[in-house]
C-alpha cells in the first residue's frame, strides 16, 4: 500500500525558505519509471504543478518559480524534499505531494497524494 | 506553457443526471490528459488517464473521451458522492498544467 505524508512548518515570514519533506511507503524511488511531484494550491483556487523527481534523479520545475525550487531525494529514507526561497503571501496554499506512475505508451499521472500541509506566509 | 480551459466553470446537477465537463487545451496535447476529482479539503483522485483510461477502482459511471485538444469527462448518473471539483491536467509536457476546475454542486 502506497502512502505519501507530506510535513514541515505551517507558518513562514515573508522572505523566510520554505522546506517541506514528503515521507513515502510502499514503493522505492530507484524503480524504473517512478517519481514523486509537488503540488500546490491556493485556498478556494486552483492546482498548480511545482516540480517532479524521478528514480533516475531527473528533475522538473514550473519555468514560472524555478530560480526559487529546488526538489531532491533521500533513496535511504524514502523522503522528497522541496525548498522553495523568498516566499510570499501570494504563496498561502495546501502544498501536495504525489506519487507518479506509468502507464505503456509513456503515458503518466499522480495516482496517490498525500493529504496535503498548509502553508500561510505571514509576517 | 500549454493552457488548460475546462467548461463550464460550475455546474448544478441532480441525482442520476449524466453531466459532461470539457476540457480544451491551447495546443494539441495527443491524449496526454488525466482527470481528477477534489472534495473540500481532500486531496486530488485520480479517475482517469490518458483520456479515456480508467484508473482502477474508479465507478464505471465515469468516463473520458478526446485527443489533440478537446476532451470530456462524462458521469452517465450522477451519484450523492460524485458532487466534487473535478480537475483536468495535462501530462504532455512542462509545465504540467492543470485546469481552473469544475464545481458540481446538487440542483
Known amino acids: 500500500q502506497i502512502t505519501l505524508k507530506e510535513s514541515g512548518p505551517t507558518l513562514v515570514k515573508p522572505t523566510q525558505t520554505l522546506t517541506l519533506t514528503c515521507t513515502f511507503s510502499g514503493f522505492s524511488l530507484s524503480t524504473s519509471g517512478v517519481g514523486v511531484g509537488w503540488i500546490r494550491q491556493p485556498p478556494g483556487k486552483a492546482l498548480e504543478w511545482l516540480a517532479l523527481i524521478y528514480w533516475d534523479d531527473d528533475k522538473r520545475y514550473s519555468p514560472s518559480l524555478k530560480s526559487r525550487l529546488t526538489i531532491s531525494k533521500d533513496t535511504s529514507k524514502n523522503q522528497v524534499v522541496l525548498t522553495m526561497t523568498n516566499m510570499d503571501p501570494v504563496d498561502t496554499g495546501t502544498y501536495y505531494c504525489?506519487?507518479?506512475?506509468?502507464?505503456?505508451?509513456?503515458?503518466?499521472?499522480?495516482?496517490?497524494w498525500g493529504r496535503g500541509i498548509l502553508v500561510t506566509v505571514s509576517s | 506553457d500549454i493552457q488548460m480551459t475546462q467548461s463550464p466553470s460550475s455546474l448544478s446537477a441532480s441525482v442520476g443526471d449524466r453531466v459532461i465537463i470539457t476540457c480544451r487545451a491551447s495546443q494539441s496535447i495527443s491524449n496526454f490528459l488525466n482527470w481528477f476529482q477534489q472534495k473540500p479539503g481532500k486531496a486530488p483522485k485520480l479517475l482517469i488517464y490518458?483520456?479515456?483510461t480508467l484508473q482502477s477502482g474508479v465507478p464505471s459511471r465515469f468516463s473520458g473521451s478526446g485527443s489533440g485538444t478537446d476532451f470530456t469527462l462524462t458521469i452517465s448518473s450522477l451519484q450523492p458522492e460524485d458532487f466534487a471539483t473535478y480537475y483536468c491536467?495535462?501530462?504532455?509536457?512542462?509545465?504540467?498544467?492543470f485546469g481552473q476546475g469544475a464545481k458540481l454542486e446538487i440542483k
Open positions: 504525489a506519487h507518479r506512475d506509468t502507464a505503456a505508451g509513456n503515458y503518466w499521472y499522480f495516482d496517490l
Open positions: 491536467q495535462q501530462s504532455y509536457g512542462t509545465p504540467y498544467t
Open positions: 490518458a483520456a479515456s
